[in-house]
T-cell receptor, first 114, second 110 residues
Framework: ETGVTQTPRHLVMGMTNKKSLKCEQH?????MYWYKQSAKKPLELMFVYSLEERVENNSVPSRFSPECPNSSHLFLHLHTLQPEDSALYLC?????????????FGQGTRLTVV | GQQLNQSPQSMFIQEGEDVSMNCTSS?????WLWYKQDPGEGPVLLIA?????ELTSNGRLTAQFGITRKDSFLNISASIPSDVGIYFCAGQGTGNQFYFGTGTSLTVIP
């Protein structure tokens, strides 16, 4: 248990569906992250939030829409995804965005787009 | 972007054997991290290295920050079945972003 909880753990969605991934941390951290982990590929940083403001967006397609309503919660809204978007989506948090080396990861949401 | 090459991609070893894996980068890094990821779980940080030449241990794990600042090594001594998982490295250059390796899958045969 790392203190970072992601739901759901598994999600299967059609290309026309709209779904959301949720991440919650109880560590009092100010920075939260979304990563994408595809098979045989390095972990890719998607978004960084610091004190509820987006500070980094690494050229992620607009079909992925993050939301950070407060420093404890982070969402990733999904719509009109493609099969190649199937991957493990990991959330992480750290005390601040300059301390990514001290980040704690959630267990991930395994997403399958059909 | 910066590339990290991690090798080997997979290892099958007998329980009790020592394991060694490494990561190399195309540019100089200021920080090296080593993570382990169990099936169905998120990555967990094992060791962080912040200085060239640094050698740090965490139980049976030892990692080193290469003196060229372009590589790092992770060694596991006397492997046990619970060492099974994927190990991957990450490095940070002059910017704030971390770059990750593709992972080494370790299987320990009892």
């Amino acid at each position: 248990e790392t203190g970072v909880t992601q739901t759901p753990r598994h999600l299967v969605m059609g290309m026309t569906n709209k779904k959301s991934l949720k991440c919650e941390q109880h560590l009092g951290h100010n920075a939260m992250y979304w990563y994408k982990q595809s098979a045989k590929k390095p972990l890719e940083l998607m978004f960084v939030y610091s004190l509820e403001e987006r500070v980094e967006n690494n050229s992620v397609p607009s079909r992925f829409s993050p939301e950070c309503p407060n420093s404890s919660h982070l969402f990733l809204h999904l719509h009109t995804l493609q099969p190649e978007d199937s991957a493990l989506y990991l959330c992480a948090s750290s005390q601040d965005s300059g301390l990514q080396d001290r980040a704690f990861f959630g267990q991930g949401t395994r997403l399958t787009v059909v | 972007g910066q590339q990290l090459n991690q090798s080997p991609q997979s290892m099958f070893i007998q329980e009790g054997e020592d394991v060694s894996m490494n990561c190399t980068s195309s540019s100089i890094f200021n920080t090296w991290l080593w993570y382990k990821q169990d099936p169905g779980e998120g990555p967990v940080l094992l060791i962080a290295l912040y200085k060239a030449g640094e050698l740090t241990s965490n139980g049976r794990l030892t990692a080193q920050f290469g003196i060229t600042r372009k590589d790092s090594f992770l060694n596991i001594s006397a492997s046990i079945p619970s060492d099974v998982g994927i190990y991957f490295c990450a490095g940070q250059g002059t910017g704030n972003q971390f770059y990750f390796g593709t992972g080494t899958s370790l299987t320990v045969i009892p």
